[in-house]
């Protein structure tokens, strides 16, 4: 078959897998691989299984004591000072006016910011797939690295064991990752928070369930943990925006960058019925 029909029934299983409300290990391998081939993202490799640290920013570590005072002094240094030229953009993400932001940036019944690549604003809407060869490549080989350490997880005997659990759960972050943006060499810390915040404010301008992107940093040489923490985790929270809309994962290893996942949501546990043939 050409490579069009193969794509058309990857589309139409895609569609069939994903309806199911039931989420097992198998069907999420099959659906992982069937829309990375769809995307032509996953190129005839050896599976190798890479090391890689994938850092949550833990809840306790944003909500650390600090006095009112202390947090208002870092709230104004960070959105009125540092990074003014961004406050069009974090005005427009605030949830409502009990966010701790609102103090600092006010707060109205606005709606979402529409974000013009013509603008002169630092933030901007960037492709959701960069357009070089070099780039292209790097995301292919990301992706063949994620789905070879999802198939490295050990299949366990049991219903409830922690290997299946750790692979639906990367699993299904696999899968919403559909934006990827590729930092050049020896990037600065302004290239990486004005592309971090101009693809937060383009997943929440769409507001759609289950939807993600990676910034891939090749060369960079600050500290990601420490950059997400504090240039993104922490503001995320003064913002409204909880772990539970926006979810930001640092990726120390091989091919070091930012994960940030929209409104991943529970995984489905419930029970469904027979599968409707595919085929014919």
Same mark, same amino acid.
């Given at each position: 078959?050409?490579? /069009?029909?193969?794509?058309?029934?990857?589309?139409?299983?895609?569609?069939?897998?994903?309806?199911?409300?039931?989420?097992?290990?198998?069907?999420?391998?099959?659906?992982?691989? +069937? &829309?990375?081939?769809?995307?032509?993202?996953?190129?005839?490799?050896?599976?190798?299984?890479?090391?890689?640290?994938?850092?949550?920013?833990?809840?306790?570590?944003?909500?650390?004591?600090?006095?009112?005072?202390?947090?208002?002094?870092?709230?104004?240094?960070? =959105?009125?000072?540092?990074?003014?030229?961004?406050?069009?953009?974090?005005?427009?993400?605030?949830?409502?006016?009990?966010?701790?932001? /609102?103090?600092? +940036?006010?707060?109205?019944?606005?709606?979402?910011?529409?974000?013009?690549?013509?603008?002169? /604003?630092?933030?901007?809407?960037?492709?959701?797939?960069?357009?070089?060869?070099?780039?292209?490549?790097?995301?292919?080989?990301?992706?063949?690295?994620?789905?070879?350490?999802?198939?490295?997880?050990?299949?366990?005997?049991?219903?409830?064991?922690?290997?299946?659990?750790?692979?639906?759960?990367? !699993?299904?972050?696999? +899968?919403?990752?559909?934006?990827?943006?590729?930092?050049?060499?020896?990037?600065?810390?302004?290239?990486? =928070?004005?592309?971090?915040?101009?693809?937060?404010?383009?997943?929440?301008?769409?507001?759609?369930?289950?939807?993600? /992107?990676?910034?891939?940093?090749?060369?960079?040489?600050?500290?990601?943990?420490?950059?997400?923490?504090?240039? +993104?985790?922490?503001?995320?929270?003064?913002?409204?925006? !909880?772990?539970?809309?926006?979810?930001? &994962?640092?990726?120390?290893?091989?091919?070091?960058?930012?994960?940030?996942?929209?409104?991943?949501?529970?995984?489905?546990?419930?029970?469904? !019925?027979?599968?409707?043939?595919?085929?014919?």
């Amino acid at each position: 078959r050409d490579r /069009s029909s193969i794509s058309t029934i990857c589309e139409v299983a895609i569609v069939h897998i994903s309806s199911m409300s039931l989420i097992t290990r198998t069907n999420l391998t099959l659906l992982i691989a +069937l &829309t990375a081939t769809t995307h032509g993202f996953i190129s005839i490799a050896s599976i190798q299984r890479q090391q890689r640290t994938n850092t949550h920013t833990p809840a306790a570590a944003l909500h650390a004591y600090a006095s009112p005072e202390d947090t208002e002094e870092k709230m104004t240094q960070f =959105f009125k000072s540092k990074y003014a030229e961004y406050e069009p953009l974090f005005k427009s993400l605030l949830m409502d006016e009990t966010a701790e932001a /609102s103090k600092i +940036l006010g707060h109205d019944e606005a709606t979402m910011i529409q974000i013009d690549p013509n603008d002169d /604003s630092p933030w901007t809407q960037l492709d959701p797939i960069p357009s070089g060869e070099d780039e292209k490549l790097l995301v292919s080989s990301f992706i063949d690295d994620m789905h070879s350490i999802l198939l490295g997880i050990p299949v366990e005997d049991g219903e409830d064991n922690k290997s299946d659990q750790l692979f639906i759960e990367e !699993g299904r972050r696999l +899968l919403c990752l559909g934006r990827f943006q590729v930092l050049p060499q020896g990037a600065t810390e302004a290239e990486l =928070f004005r592309h971090c915040w101009s693809e937060i404010g383009e997943l929440r301008r769409a507001d759609e369930d289950k939807t993600g /992107s990676v910034i891939l940093t090749p060369g960079y040489e600050g500290d990601l943990r420490e950059f997400c923490k504090e240039n +993104l985790s922490v503001p995320l929270k003064w913002l409204g925006i !909880g772990a539970e809309c926006v979810e930001v &994962t640092s990726m120390d290893g091989g091919k070091p960058g930012i994960r940030l996942i929209h409104k991943l949501g529970e995984v489905p546990t419930d029970s469904y !019925g027979e599968p409707v043939p595919l085929f014919g």
